[in-house]
Each structure stands twice: as structure tokens, then as C-alpha cells.
């Protein structure tokens, strides 16, 4: 059963625009989240995370917002350029444990020029 | 500065062949993990390692060994190809909450 789920498998988007990226997660227990970038042929990089004591955590173009009640995350990139055309994929774990990091399946991000 | 580095990057394997996916880090992080990513699945978790010295099972272990010599060093090995093993194979190491993937291993068993 997959704890965390990213429900779209491809976005595309406009050059400029915005993009919304989409993450729900079952287990109540994680408190972190993470969000990572992957290009092909390499490995995924770590773009953005937010403590589930926060709701919000901003980083240049990228921002990620939590809701806790609703078990639901988002990354939103504004505005979107050609070079954020990767796959993203959400990640969570429990600080404190062994921290495991549960990847969901990753949304397939096209930016259009 | 390295980082996380994985050997080979590709690899054709026949059926029942073995072999050692090797992984090391510089960064001196205690936790360490080896992931396989399937087409269209997310990072599966096969075995980590807290420490020299521990190692336990992931989602995933069947198939599979680690070992866990030195903080540096963490092989995965493969005694008996399948060819459900035929996937990309991710290492990486954590110190606190972000973790650092090496590039990845392209494995194919035939």
C-alpha cells in the first residue's frame, strides 16, 4: 500500500507559468517532507523540504506548502522555465527514526517553450 | 567534491550471474541506502545502514546483500541474477534529513 502518492504522472506547463506538483501521504507519524528533481541518467537531487510544523517553506522560484489536516502537499514553481522539464518526486520520512525516505512514483514535468 | 559515487554505471549480467554494486560517500554520513527505481515507480528501499556495523532490510531485500565495513563503504550484492533485478539501482547517505543520491546503476539481467 503506497504511503505516499503523486496521482498525475505528467504536467505540462507553459514557459513562464506556474507549476503545481501534487502529493498526498497516508501514515499521520511523518513529519518531514521532502521534494527532489531528476533528470535522466542521473541521480535525484534535493530541491526543497518542509518541517510539518511549518506550512510553508519558499526558496527562489520553488515554494512548498503543507496541510496537515488534509495529508496533502504541493510544490509550485513560478515561474517555470524549460530547464525545471525533469521528474519530481515527493518524499517523506519520520526524524528520528531510522528516517527513512518513502518516495512517491514522481510527476513528469514538461515546460514548453 | 564526489559526494556519493557508484560503480559501474551499467552492467549486463546474465541469469544467475553475481555481483557487487559498489557505493562509497566522503561526506561521513551515518545512514545509507540503496534504492531500485522500476519504469514509471518511485525509489523502492532495499536494505540501509545506520552506522559501520548495522545494517537492516528495506521494502524490498529480497535477492539482495549489504554489508557495512566502514562509514564510507556500502556494496550491495546480487548472488543469483534474476531477471526481475533488472533496474537502476540508487545509492545514497543522509546525515540528518536530506539525503544525496549517487548517479545510479543500470542494471540488466538477461
Known amino acids: 500500500d503506497q504511503q505516499v502518492k503523486q496521482n498525475s504522472p505528467s504536467l505540462s506547463v507553459q514557459e513562464g507559468r506556474i507549476s503545481i506538483l501534487n502529493c498526498d501521504y497516508t501514515?499521520?507519524?511523518?513529519?518531514?517532507f521532502l521534494w527532489y528533481k531528476k533528470y535522466p541518467a542521473e541521480g535525484p537531487t534535493f530541491l526543497i523540504s518542509?518541517?510539518?510544523?511549518?506550512d510553508k517553506n519558499e526558496d527562489g522560484r520553488f515554494t512548498v506548502f503543507l496541510n496537515k489536516s488534509a495529508k496533502h502537499l504541493s510544490l509550485h514553481i513560478v515561474p517555470s522555465q524549460p530547464g525545471d522539464s525533469a521528474v519530481y518526486f515527493c518524499?517523506?520520512?519520520?526524524?528520528?527514526?531510522?528516517?527513512?525516505?518513502?518516495f512517491g512514483k514522481g510527476t513528469k514535468l514538461s515546460v514548453k517553450p | 567534491n564526489a559526494g556519493v559515487t557508484q560503480t559501474p554505471k551499467f552492467r549486463i549480467l546474465k541469469i544467475g550471474q553475481s555481483m557487487t554494486l559498489q557505493c562509497t560517500q566522503d561526506?561521513?554520513?551515518?545512514?545509507m541506502y540503496w534504492y531500485r527505481q522500476d519504469p514509471g515507480m518511485g525509489l523502492k528501499l532495499i536494505y540501509y545502514?545506520?552506522?559501520?556495523?548495522?545494517?537492516d532490510k528495506g521494502e524490498v531485500p529480497n535477492g539482495y546483500n549489504v554489508s557495512r565495513s566502514t562509514t564510507e563503504d556500502f556494496p550491495l550484492r546480487l548472488e543469483l541474477a534474476a531477471p526481475s533485478q533488472t533496474s537502476v539501482y540508487f545509492c545514497?547517505?543522509?546525515?540528518?534529513?536530506?539525503?544525496?543520491f549517487g548517479q545510479g546503476t543500470r542494471l540488466t539481467v538477461v
Open positions: 501514515n499521520s507519524m511523518f513529519d518531514y
Open positions: 518542509i518541517s510539518s510544523i511549518k
Open positions: 518524499a517523506a520520512s519520520v526524524v528520528g527514526s531510522q528516517g527513512n525516505l518513502i
Open positions: 545514497a547517505s543522509k546525515k540528518n534529513t536530506e539525503a544525496f
Open positions: 561526506m561521513n554520513h551515518n545512514y
Open positions: 545502514s545506520v552506522g559501520a556495523g548495522i545494517t
